[in-house]
């Protein structure tokens, strides 16, 4: 696409314990780069987790949102 970049990821994970915990994770990521010039390209990200632990009778929650802004200079 040019001097565009683009990319999605998305990992799904669970991990069973044997003590009956089940582990979860989700992950979402976007980025976009664009090439300016010749050695300069900057780029975003964002990501979207979710960290689930259940089976313990307490129910452990963890998500968020990360931003990611910067340029790679090659020269």
Do not use: C, R, W
Not at 29 to 48: C, L, N, Q, R, W
Request: net charge negative; proline share 4%; hydrophobic share 35%.
């Amino acid at each position: 696409h040019g001097p565009f970049g683009a990319s999605v990821t998305y990992l799904d994970s669970t991990y069973e314990a044997t003590s009956g915990v089940d582990n979860e994770f989700d992950n979402l990521s976007i980025g976009v780069d664009y090439k300016m010039a010749p050695g300069f390209t900057p780029y975003a990200e964002v990501s979207f987790f979710d960290i689930n632990e259940d089976g313990t009778g307490l129910a452990n929650d963890n998500d968020g949102t990360v931003f990611i802004v910067g340029s790679q200079l090659a020269f």
